[in-house]
């Protein structure tokens, strides 16, 4: 079956670093998404790998290793308005978004 | 874990048709259940909310007549969109959400490719 896993909650502190872990095994690849989803709002698109490496946009950068099937989602200098949940998703052979459940980001001051 | 499919996963029609997209939640009864239409890159414009057995409330925008929603009951949302033309050609997902309050989470559907010639 296909499935994507990822860690149902992280704790980190202001203005630290944290990397949100995202594995997944699918029938065909064509691409992997991070969203992030505060409370109650629809969710905002940060990023999109579809070859292997890292891809840095600003204080989010987002690394991709097929042959791994995996990836993370790296936030630096967190703020406060970085608490919100992050969604992992793979776009699969037939171009079928499934998803993870998401991790809930808690950050403390 | 909980799952939500959505039928048909792609749909190619003539301008002019309507199409109808089916959303189920599989395993849970849905509270609430959301339609988005996702732009190449872009984030997820959320269209729409229904509950079931109730009207859906749209967001700014959306044509309430085009883009028509039934939630008639509490594992079953259908998207219609009327009249397609194909600047309706979109990606469209769906979601759900069980529970209630502090404890309600949202799943996703994998998505409906709608291409309107």
């Known amino acids: 079956g296909q499935n994507i896993d990822q860690p149902t909650e992280m704790t980190a502190t202001e203005g630290a670093i944290v990397q949100i872990n995202c594995t997944y095994q699918?029938?065909?690849?064509?691409?992997l998404f991070w969203y992030q989803q505060h409370a109650g709002e629809a969710p905002t698109f940060l990023s999109y790998?579809?070859l292997d490496g890292l891809e840095e946009k600003g204080r989010f950068s987002s690394f991709l290793s097929r042959s791994k099937g995996y990836s993370y989602l790296l936030l630096k200098e967190l703020q406060m308005k970085d608490s919100a949940s992050y969604l992992c998703?793979?776009?699969?052979?037939?171009?079928?978004?499934?998803w993870g459940a998401g991790t809930k980001l808690i950050i403390k001051p | 874990g909980a799952v939500v499919s959505q039928h048909p996963s792609r749909v190619i029609c003539k301008s002019g048709t309507s199409v109808k997209i089916e959303c189920r939640s599989l395993?849970?009864?849905?509270?609430?259940m959301f339609w988005y239409r996702q732009f190449p890159k872009k984030s997820l414009m959320l269209m729409a909310t229904?509950?079931?057995?109730?009207?859906?409330?749209?967001e700014q925008g959306v044509e309430k007549d085009k883009f028509l929603i039934n939630h008639a009951s509490l594992t079953l949302s259908t998207l219609t969109v009327t009249s397609a033309h194909p600047e309706d050609s979109s990606f469209y997902i769906c979601?759900?959400?069980?529970?209630?309050?502090?404890?309600?989470?949202?799943?996703f559907g994998p998505g409906t490719r709608l291409t309107v010639l």
């Open positions: 998703a793979v776009m699969d052979s037939n171009y079928q978004l499934i």
């Open positions: 699918t029938s065909g690849f064509n691409g």
């Open positions: 229904s509950n079931e057995g109730s009207k859906a409330t749209y």
């Open positions: 979601s759900a959400r069980t529970g209630g309050g502090d404890t309600d989470t949202q799943y």
């Open positions: 395993d849970f009864q849905a509270t609430t």
């Open positions: 790998n579809v």
